[in-house]
Nanobody
Framework: QVQLVESGGGSVQAGGSLRLSCAAS????????MGWFRQAPGKEREGVGG????????SYPDSVKGRFTVSQDNAKNTLYLQMNSLKPEDTAMYYC???????????????????WGQGTQVTVSS
């Protein structure tokens, strides 16, 4: 089992930055892929970045490419999402997710993750 806890959400003005963190615990050595998702009220959940833990290869959707960066600190078992140039449309609940092998990160999304965090709210005002 893997537990994920997100932090770092908050309110920011358009153009600002936030860094989200996702602390993993439990059977962390079994994690092969991780990703970030978001869901705004009335909208479907969408992936905003994913990473293969072994090697650090990342993938982003066009909607955030160049503005969001996924990174990891393996020593701390922590995943990060650096969000720059934030827009009001980035307002959503942001979730961290993880999966064991085999897993797929493509088109900015971790496909079918097994583990989810509880989410952290990001609000961007204009």
């Amino acid at each position: 089992q893997v537990q994920l806890v997100e932090s770092g959400g908050g309110s920011v003005q358009a153009g600002g930055s936030l860094r989200l963190s996702c602390a993993a615990s439990g059977s962390t050595s079994s994690i092969y892929c991780m990703g970030w998702f978001r869901q705004a009220p009335g909208k479907e959940r969408e992936g905003v970045g994913g990473i293969y833990i072994d090697g650090g290869r990342t993938s982003y959707p066009d909607s955030v490419k160049g503005r969001f960066t996924v990174s990891q600190d393996n020593a701390k078992n922590t995943l990060y999402l650096q969000m720059n140039s934030l827009k009001p449309e980035d307002t959503a609940m942001y979730y961290c997710a993880a999966d064991i092998f085999p897993c797929t990160v493509a088109a900015g999304t971790l496909h079918g993750p097994e583990y989810w965090g509880q989410g952290t709210q990001v609000t961007v005002s204009s």
